[in-house]
């Protein structure tokens, strides 16, 4: 920190201006010899000695001045003067600098997107040289200069997520040196939407936190939400397409289906805040759908891809003892699933590799043979549900639970409970409701099963115990569900739970997934040994986590695939099926912070004006030439003197 005063670069020298005193010395105590000179009239010799005498002692003090001056010019210029430009000047400095790229930097500004305004601005008011540490959502780049940058800011390409802005802190701290000598200058460049979370900085001395928040001149955006089916039967299929708008209403916006490059149906829809469009299509038809809208606005969301392929149905395996089915019939139903049902004792151990969930209805005990098979079953990746009978071998069911790493069962309860609590966080209800119920007509049971630990319960009595635990795709209910000891049949609970239970039991694929969340998706197919699945377009191809069953091949995607589009799952060569990807529409919000109030953060529209403070911080007002010229100055004027002053 320093004053706006003059400075010198050099001040040690100014220790020379005591140099001073020999000029003065020398005019004080110079000895002069004078010499005789004959006169042959002494008439006017006091006159002439003292007119002399007064000329000479005027330019003996001329000349101790200009030497004097000339000196100390020359002295000062040595030790270099300069006055700084700004108060918190510091001639050592350090600049990192965060680049929103996320999508809604496509709004457009003054000068094209607020995205390529930025670019511009770095690029032509950043010196190519300085060093300077510049990062983005997706890339980072330390202590570089913007000669080196500047093709890769030229090719710079949106992100469909943004950086948190705690994480932006921390990073941009990372990439300062640890010399404490330098200021630190951290800048972050964004529009700063609306988040969920309020906009807080911790007051931080060691760092000069800068904002730069470009304004968008674009006050209306319609996207596409999402897709889904409303509506099959036989022969055709509807889909609602979800817009919402961001603006003043808009009638007859255009929403155009394609089927791969081909054009099958247009919409047009009025719409305020939302709105829907509806396409009917040909039921049983694979289709590599994109839809599109007409919109001015942000150009990320105008686009979005789904899928509707062959899918297989799911293969549903009832093991019975005395106990009724038809409950699970009338949920596991044809148009969805393969359902087959047998009693214990006529019941092909064949079958069960085949199925995707096996339901082991009510039986009394459970052989060890089943036993192993329903351990092979789970660890190829295959989904049981537990339904015990009223008087059960403990032990046996004790010995299944424990292979499969699952809660165990205590002791019978003869007390009649009531299901009070549903969990709607565990991945089972996943979306299953609409809204959370806390006040419905509870079923009952007459007798249950307490378990060794009521983690990763489902459903509840209202004394906490479980009646519903399920965890890695083994659940079990603690009692029967058989008329006599459970209502629970006739609860609108029943549907939603088995019927989600049998649909995750094969990850089949979505209409579309969303490019930064975490996607578990089956795909049908059978590896040799050394055989991997790809995803990729014409344009690039990832190699996802994957983990492999007999039958099934489950991908884990989440960063990956990075570009919305249609992609290949392969085999090699052979293409198994499509899966699309969007982006998530978060980035679509046109709403922005109030950064005005920010307590001790500067605060700019312009990264052009915070460049140049930054810079100025940096600068000096260099002195030294006219202190220069200064003793040029004297030096003429002592010149002048000697030679023409008598």
Known sequence: ???????????????????????????????????????????????????????????????????????????????????????????????????????????????????????????????????????????????????????????????????????????????????????????????????????????????????????????????????????????????????????????????????????????????????????????????????????????????????????????????????????????????????????????????????????????EAISDALITALISFKNDGGYILIIPSKEINLNTYNQLFKNLSSNQFLVLNNQQKRITTINYNHPLLANAFYSKVDNFQYPKVEFSYSFSSNSNSVLSFEDSNAFLVGYNGVYAFSSALNDDSSNFKNSPLIVPTLYNLGKQSLKLSQLYYTIGQPNSIAVNAVLGQDDILTLGNSENSVIPLQKTYSKTVILETQEYPENAGIYEVKNKSEVIQNLSFNYDRGESNLSYLDLKNMPNISVNESLATTINDIKSSTTINALWKWFVIFALVFLIIEVLLLKYLK
Not at 152 to 158: A, R
Not at 310 to 319: E, M, W
Not at 329 to 351: G, P, V
């Open 1 to 363: 920190m320093s004053t706006l005063g003059m400075q010198f670069k050099h001040p040690e020298l100014l220790y020379a201006l005591f140099l001073l005193i020999v000029p003065i010395l020398i005019h004080l105590f110079q000895l002069r010899r004078f010499q005789k000179v004959k006169f042959t009239n002494v008439k006017f010799l006091k006159a002439v000695k003292l007119q002399t005498r007064k000329s000479s002692q005027l330019k003996k003090w001329l000349t101790l001045l200009t030497r004097m001056l000339l000196l100390a010019s020359a002295i000062i210029a040595f030790a270099q003067p300069y006055i700084t430009n700004t108060e918190d000047f510091n001639e050592s400095q350090e600049t990192v600098l965060y680049l929103d790229n996320s999508y809604s930097m496509q709004a457009t500004g003054k000068n094209g997107s607020l995205l390529n305004e930025a670019i511009q601005d770095i690029i032509n008011n950043f010196p190519e040289d300085e060093k300077i540490s510049l990062f983005t959502n997706t890339q980072t780049f330390r202590n570089t200069s913007i000669k080196a940058l500047k093709n890769d800011l030229i090719q710079l390409e949106h992100s469909p997520t943004q950086l948190n802005y705690d994480a932006i802190i921390i990073k941009g701290k990372q990439l300062f040196s640890k010399d404490q000598s330098y200021t630190k200058n951290l800048v972050l460049v964004s529009d700063f939407q609306q988040k969920d979370k309020p906009l807080t900085f911790e007051n931080d001395s060691s760092i000069n936190l800068k904002l730069v928040q470009p304004k968008s001149s674009l006050i209306s955006n319609v996207s596409i939400d999402s897709v889904y089916v409303s509506n099959s039967n036989a022969e055709t299929l509807d889909l609602s397409v979800k817009l919402s708008n961001q603006g003043e209403a808009i009638e007859n916006i255009t929403v155009s289906l394609f089927n791969d490059a081909i054009l099958i149906a247009k919409n047009a829809v009025d719409i305020s805040e939302s709105s829907e469009a509806m396409f009917s299509i040909s039921n049983n038809t694979v289709i590599n759908g994109k839809l599109v809208v007409e919109d001015a606005g942000l150009q990320y969301d105008n686009s979005f891809y789904f899928n509707i392929n062959s899918n297989p149905k799911i293969k549903v395996l009832a093991i019975n003892e005395n106990a009724d089915d038809n409950f699970l019939k009338r949920i596991y139903t044809e148009d969805e699933f393969e359902y087959n049902s047998f009693n214990l004792n006529s019941l092909n151990f064949n079958l069960i590799p085949d199925q995707n969930l096996i339901v082991l209805n009510e039986l």
